[in-house]
């Protein structure tokens, strides 16, 4: 068995639409494998595959296209998405509410709220948004900002 290693992938199984995670890895003919910790490998969504940009003291994992919430204790509170930013060439924590982007070293004070694939609306445990702010469209998912 091959050593474990920090880079890994989550992907959704083609034939159920659970998550899978574990290593990346493509045939020759375009299909897209995650092979989990107990080394079966699985065909999944190319379109869902997202790279795990951290890990947090207790194990939380983060991925490329998650949601995360903000809620700071003076009643500031944020909403942001995971993704990767060609400017900066990293992964950044861009904000829904104002596109504003922050670095990732500020990910320890977001706690994931979605993702791009699953969320569909902005439900009002997450976040709630005030006038002025148009709808964001996430693939073909709703998320409103």
Known sequence: MREKSEIKFRGKFI??????????????????????????????DPETVCQMVYRDEDGTEFYEGDYLNYSGSDGDSDLVLIEWCD???????????????????????????????????LPEDIYVLGEGHEAYIAGDKDIYR
């Open 87 to 121: 400017r900066t060439n990293a992964y950044v924590l861009l904000s829904v509410v104002n596109d504003e982007y922050y670095g990732i070293e500020y990910i320890g004070d977001y706690v994931v709220a979605g993702n791009i694939f699953d969320t569909t609306g």
């Open 15 to 44: 034939n159920t639409g659970e998550w899978i995670y574990g290593y990346f890895k493509m045939n020759k003919a375009g299909d897209c494998y995650i092979e989990d910790e107990d080394g079966l490998s699985r065909i999944v």
